[in-house]
């Protein structure tokens, strides 16, 4: 039991180094041109609806730049909630992905539950099991979510599986990690369907390992297809930033660092002293017509005549 | 069509030796009457013996850029060479910062889910052709990226990301295939986590350029290169574009009955207008209607005689960070130094995404722009034209450039105008930010070297052509009774051309394009004659 | 760049059968050109529109724009299309033996 311990510690550890590097590497990178695709629902006065802009406004530099961020949210809450991308572009994909998207959010819902109630029993409440209500609707919470979560989650694996195999359109283009990842993902799923069916009280497990976790006891009992299905997770749990699944995160940026930034480039901004530092890296590409030496900057490039080719 | 479907795999892109996929018309897309019978359509014109033996990079049978075939095994190893450390460059921070996250984000995150594909045009048109996927050319580069640039270990990265073998064969095809995507940016809006591979397919093409110096030479030598040496890639100097103008003033001075006047270089001025000079030579009317536009709304506006200042192009959006950034300062400078409140964009629509949103962030936020239909529906709220709609009495249809649209949100002043100016004005389906490319975008409509015109009409066109058709469909498509495209772009207007050229579209169905700024001329009730004079068109 | 080979005449083309060298254009290279257009014989009419194009060539480095084109030579556009199938453009620029026109055009 204590190595299992030990184990999640380091995958916790594992799991936010990663993420949190990646998160810095990404937001480091240089400011990037304007490169925003229509709509960007943040546009106000009714523009985002058609995916209109600022720029339709007459000298709209001398008007005051509406940012609807309740706008944001009404495309990024369905969006998280039930893929709307997917089912308005894809919806054979959909069939699968998101019952395996959504089982993943129980899971996550549960971590947080179980998270709660172990913070709670250490400041002396085991709600779970006082008999309070509270408890008791939390407790049928988690199994519903259990069960939901595993089921779904079983059926989306494997129509997921399906489609990668069968559809040439994404067994082409599928490597052996897309299989693994499904197969992974898709054996944490199977493991709480085992575990909901052998008879114990799962919540009642899961709840007293989280709590021997906290205090590291070592009298805490659980059945054995609870272990493969912990051990399953954690490893899960620190594969998956490493991977293109870092999406559950990176989206942020994709969708707000590109496809929706539209800041405008305003005299001695901050976004301005920042591009005129880029506008001073050296270039280094050796194309001909470039004219770089290695040490020449961008802004030196950008407005000397250029010669003439041949 | 597709039982006899060759299957290729993203790996097979460096295997072989000649065409990778011989491709054909085939009519996925169906077009109405009279246009349904593909066998009476023109054919598509197959690569000469000489154009064989000249170049390479043999992926479709059809030649685009032209890439010059190495002489011997030591030349072909330093291209190879080359293309990795320009692979390298393309993901550093000093040499890429213009497109780096971005550019990183779209190669790690790309889930091979496939949801963008029906997206894209040319993939749609050529019958769901392997090699024109969107994530195509994407999953190469992303290979490539993941084999070369990150770190890790080699059979970690097999297995998660897939291999590629990097060899000429590989490289030569590629830079043909990052010339078979317009741009547009469709499949990007799609795309559930993000990922642009319209973005890729522009990188691509800088890397080609900047470090390898290959880019097509309509777009390069005799595009922005011959811009900044004489002023502009339509090869007009200051000479012949003042007298090019002078020409034009006279014209629409005798068509409407009042001096029409362009002035040159006027400090001060509210407005510089920079028109794309293509549309000096080629539809002298458009650059004509905004002097009387301008006149009519007593706008204090000017033209610049000075290179470059005279042609709002900058193909090097297209396919070099470097060139763009040289053509935009150029512009900016230009606008400084005469010190006018504003640049207005022609009816031009990469100009615009220059001007307006990409050289935003090289030339700065001082320098203001404008682009031409929120300028010109501004003119039109003034109330200072006199304006009978009844004058456009004719089917009107427009066209939404991607660039104006879905690239800068601009998208109802345009409509806006229409609903005014056209009584018979309809949508084409999809449109607004959801349109599909003309098929010239990102530079093709000026390419037509060897048997590339012929991809662009049964290819990347394509689905234009039977929208244009479709939103003329209560019209008799027999009768040739004038009918109005309306293109306020002055590449998509090449294409549409082309299109309606190749089809005959004008003598079977009488369809016309234009620009917007001819039909707000049109509908001015002052002018004794109509402006627009079908039979010249 | 291919070489077009007519009768005794011998030039460099590009891929869309322009002169790659118009430094090189005399009479019998028209003939030659006008060959690859479905132009059998090159009538006065035709000659007025080819020594407009080559002078306004010679004096500016470019084709002058087709409506300029109309009005100097007084041929109707229809009438240039009679003329030279493919167009003012790229028929009869292609037979004056001018560029390939570039630019947006």
Redesign the interface.
């Known amino acids: 039991m204590i190595l299992i311990y030990i184990l999640t510690i380091l995958t916790v550890i594992t799991f936010f180094v990663a993420v949190i590097s990646k998160i810095i590497r990404?937001s480091s990178?240089?400011?990037?041109?304007?490169?925003?695709?229509?709509?960007?629902p943040h546009?106000g006065g009714g523009?985002a609806k058609?995916?209109?802009?600022?720029?339709?406004?007459?000298?709209w530099?001398e008007k005051k730049i509406h940012k609807d961020s309740l706008g944001e949210l009404k495309v990024m809450i369905p969006?998280i909630v039930f893929?709307k991308?997917?089912w308005?572009?894809?919806k054979q994909?959909w069939i699968g992905?998101y019952p395996f998207h959504f089982s993943l959010y129980l899971f996550i819902v549960n971590i947080a539950l179980f998270s709660i109630v172990t913070i709670l029993k250490l400041l002396g409440n085991d709600v779970l099991f006082s008999g309070n209500i509270i408890g008791q609707i939390i407790y049928y919470a988690i199994l519903i979510f259990a069960w939901t979560g595993s089921v779904l989650g079983i059926i989306g694996t494997i129509r997921l599986l399906f489609s990668r195999i069968v559809d040439p359109?994404?067994s082409?283009?599928?490597?052996?990690?897309?299989y693994?990842n499904i197969i992974f993902i898709g054996s944490l799923y199977f493991t709480v369907f085992l575990w909901l069916i052998s008879g114990r009280d799962f919540v009642a497990d899961v709840s007293n390992f989280y709590y021997g976790f906290i205090t590291f006891s070592t009298a805490v009992e659980i059945p054995t297809i609870g272990y493969w299905h912990i051990i399953l997770s954690l490893l899960f749990i620190a594969y998956l930033p490493f991977?293109?699944m870092?999406?559950f995160f990176?989206?942020y940026?994709?969708?707000h660092?590109?496809?929706w930034e539209d800041e405008?480039?305003?005299?001695s901004?901050k976004?301005?002293k920042k591009?005129m530092e880029?506008?001073n890296?050296?270039?280094?590409?050796?194309?001909?017509?470039?004219g770089a030496d290695g040490t020449k900057t961008?802004l030196a490039?950008?407005?000397e005549?250029?010669k003439?080719?041949k | 069509m597709s039982s006899k479907k060759i299957d290729i795999?993203?790996t097979d892109i460096s295997k072989g030796q000649g065409i990778l996929v011989p491709i054909e018309p085939v009519d996925e897309i169906k077009l109405p009457p009279p246009y349904d019978k593909l066998e009476e359509l023109p054919g598509f014109k197959k690569l000469t013996q000489q154009a064989l033996d000249k170049y390479d990079g043999y992926v479709d049978g059809v030649i685009a850029v032209g890439v010059p075939k190495p002489q011997n095994e030591e030349e072909e190893q330093k291209l190879v060479e080359?293309f990795l450390?320009?692979l390298m460059?393309l993901f550093s921070?000093?040499?890429n910062?213009?497109?780096?996250?971005?550019l990183?984000?779209?190669m790690?995150?790309?889930?091979?889910?496939?949801?963008?594909?029906?997206?894209c045009p040319v993939y749609e048109a050529s019958g769901e052709e392997?090699i024109y996927r969107p994530?195509y050319r994407a999953?190469i580069l992303r290979r490539l990226y993941f084999k070369y640039v990150k770190p890790g270990s080699p059979l970690l990265k097999?297995?998660?990301?897939?291999d590629i073998e990097l060899n000429w064969t590989l490289i030569s095809r590629l830079v043909e295939l990052s010339y078979r995507c317009t741009l547009c940016?469709r499949c990007?809006?799609?795309?559930?986590?993000?990922?642009?591979n319209g973005?890729i397919t522009h990188e691509l093409r800088k890397l080609f350029?900047?470090?390898?110096?290959i880019a097509p030479k309509e777009l390069?030598?005799k595009g922005t290169?011959q811009q900044?040496?004489v002023g502009s890639s339509t090869g007009m100097n200051a000479l012949v574009v003042k007298d090019n103008i002078e020409f034009i003033d006279e014209d629409m001075s005798e068509k409407v009955g009042f001096k029409v006047e362009t002035k040159w270089d006027v400090e001060g001025a509210d407005v510089l207008l920079i028109h794309n000079a293509g549309e000096i030579l080629s539809w002298p009317e458009n650059p004509g209607a905004f002097a009387i536009l301008c006149e009519l709304a007593g706008i204090k506006w000017t033209l610049s005689s000075e290179a470059v200042g005279y042609d709002g192009v900058n193909y090097g959006l297209f396919y070099d960070d470097?060139?763009l950034?040289?053509i935009v300062?150029k512009h900016a400078e230009i606008a400084k130094k005469l010190g006018v409140k504003?640049i207005v964009m022609g009816e031009c629509g990469h100009e615009s995404k220059v001007l307006?949103?990409?050289g935003?962030?090289?030339i700065?936020?001082?320098v203001?722009t404008?682009?031409a239909l929120?300028?010109m529906?501004?003119i039109i709220n003034s109330g200072k034209l006199n304006l009978n709609p009844d004058r456009n009495y004719f089917p009107v249809t427009l066209h939404d450039p991607c660039n104006l649209?879905?690239?800068?949100?601009?998208?109802?002043?345009q409509r806006r105008i229409l609903r005014k100016i056209a009584p018979k004005f309809r949508e084409m389906h999809p449109h607004?930010?959801r349109n599909y490319c003309c098929g010239g975008g990102s530079g093709f409509a000026v390419m037509s070297g060897n048997n590339f015109a012929d991809w662009r009409m049964h290819f990347s066109g394509k689905m234009k052509f039977k929208q244009i058709l479709d939103a003329f469909a209560d019209e008799d498509l027999n009768s040739n009774s004038p009918k109005y495209v309306c293109a306020p772009c002055s590449n998509c207007k090449g294409q549409i051309r082309d299109i309606l050229d190749f089809y005959g579209a004008k003598e079977k169905s009488g369809i016309y394009y234009g620009g917007l700024v001819e039909l707000i001329i049109n509908a001015v009730d002052d002018l004794k004659e109509p402006f627009i004079d079908f039979d010249m068109m | 760049m291919p070489l077009f080979e007519w009768e005794e005449v011998k030039i460099m083309v590009d891929e869309d059968g322009f002169m790659e060298n118009p430094e090189e254009w005399n009479e019998r290279v028209a003939l030659a050109l006008a060959s690859t257009e479905d132009i059998s014989e090159l009538t006065e009419d035709h000659w007025k529109i080819i020594n407009y194009l080559r002078d306004y060539f010679k004096q500016y480095g470019i084709a002058p724009m087709i409506r300029k084109l109309c009005k100097e030579t007084g041929y109707s556009l229809k009438q240039i299309y009679e003329l030279f199938p493919s167009g003012p453009a790229k028929g009869a620029c292609k037979v004056a033996g001018l560029a390939k026109p570039t630019g947006c055009v």
């Open positions: 990404i990178a240089p400011v990037h041109l304007r490169w925003e695709l229509y709509p960007v546009e523009k058609y995916g209109g802009s600022r720029l339709e406004e007459p000298d530099w969006e893929l991308g997917v308005e572009h894809n994909l992905s359109n994404l082409k283009y599928s490597s052996a990690s897309h693994f991977t293109h870092s999406h990176t989206k940026f994709t969708y660092k590109v496809r405008p480039n305003l005299p901004s976004l301005s591009l880029q506008l890296y050296p270039v280094s590409w050796a194309a001909p017509h470039i961008w490039i950008a407005t005549i250029p003439k080719e | 795999k993203v080359s450390s320009g460059k921070n000093e040499n910062w213009t497109f780096l996250q971005p990183v984000l779209s790690e995150h790309c889930a091979k889910c496939q949801t963008c594909n029906h997206d392997e994530t999953e097999k297995f998660q990301y897939g940016r990007a809006q799609s795309c559930p986590i993000g990922v642009d973005l350029s900047q470090e390898m110096g390069h030598e290169v900044l040496e470097v060139q950034a040289r300062v504003k307006g949103i990409i935003e962030r090289i700065g936020g001082d203001h404008e682009n929120t300028f529906e501004n649209v879905r690239i800068m949100g601009v998208v109802e002043p607004g930010v």
